[in-house]
């Protein structure tokens, strides 16, 4: 069955580091990826999307990549702040098109 | 970007009563409306898809009787948990696509409903 996972639960950094977050998918093939921020109690905001032939995508300091032969998008967010703590999301298109189905997310948390 | 409205924020039920959930996109035109639910430190569930003019398409699992969902017009989808009960007790999350071919998700702020 198709799957996209965030194998990390919790991620804790210090302020001023890269963070990277993981997100795989098995048994399928997206035509694309998108990653959105939830803060507690919320709904999710969407941060980035990338296509299935694009290798990367930047906006201000958040990066995120598709890598197609490894089923892997990689997000990233350079010069991180105690402010970006937040969960992470990775999401993509699922039963065809119209469908978008969710990662289980990774909380992030930048410490000062 | 667009904005969708969700109401109520919260809300607290006796058992075995129905709780409605309004879901409006307040600056653009949703076709499709997506509803989600959201158990704590969880992922989003993906519960059913709302057209407008037809019925909703409800994921596997998910009993249609109970989670009534009406898309009557373009900008407004309804959730109702019927004859609620403590084990629906959950965060719910409506969403939109920001526009036709728009890939992009726009979310509802959520509710939480909790059935004593």
């Known amino acids: 069955s198709q799957k996209i996972e965030q194998n990390s639960e919790a991620l804790n950094i210090q302020e001023g580091k890269t963070a990277t977050l993981t997100c795989n998918y098995t048994?399928?093939?997206?035509?694309?990826l998108q990653w959105y921020r939830q803060d507690p109690g919320r709904g999710p905001v969407f941060l980035l999307l990338?296509?299935?032939?694009?290798k990367e995508k930047r906006k201000e300091r958040l990066k995120v990549t598709f890598d197609t032969t490894l089923k892997q998008s990689l997000f990233h967010i350079t010069a991180s702040q105690p402010a970006d703590s937040a969960t992470y999301l990775c999401?993509?298109?699922?039963?065809?098109?119209?469908?978008?189905?969710f990662g289980t997310g990774t909380k992030l948390q930048v410490i000062p | 970007g667009a904005v969708v409205s969700q109401h109520p924020s919260w809300v607290i039920c006796k058992s075995g009563t129905s709780v409605k959930i309004e879901c409006r996109s307040l600056?653009?035109?949703?076709?499709?409306m997506f509803w989600y639910r959201q158990f704590p430190k969880q992922s989003l569930m993906l519960m059913a898809t709302s057209n407008e003019g037809s019925k909703a398409t409800y994921e596997q699992g998910v009993e249609k009787d109970k989670f009534l969902i009406n898309h009557a017009s373009l900008t407004l989808s309804t959730l109702t948990v019927t004859s609620a009960h403590p084990e629906d007790s959950s965060f719910y999350i409506c969403?939109?696509?920001?526009?036709?071919?728009?890939?992009?998700?726009?979310f509802g702020s959520g509710t939480q409903l909790s059935v004593l």
């Open positions: 990338i296509r299935e032939n694009e």
């Open positions: 600056d653009f035109q949703a076709t499709t």
């Open positions: 048994n399928y093939s997206p035509a694309y």
């Open positions: 999401a993509s298109n699922s039963g065809g098109y119209q469908k978008v189905t």
């Open positions: 969403s939109a696509r920001g526009g036709q071919g728009n890939e992009k998700l726009f």
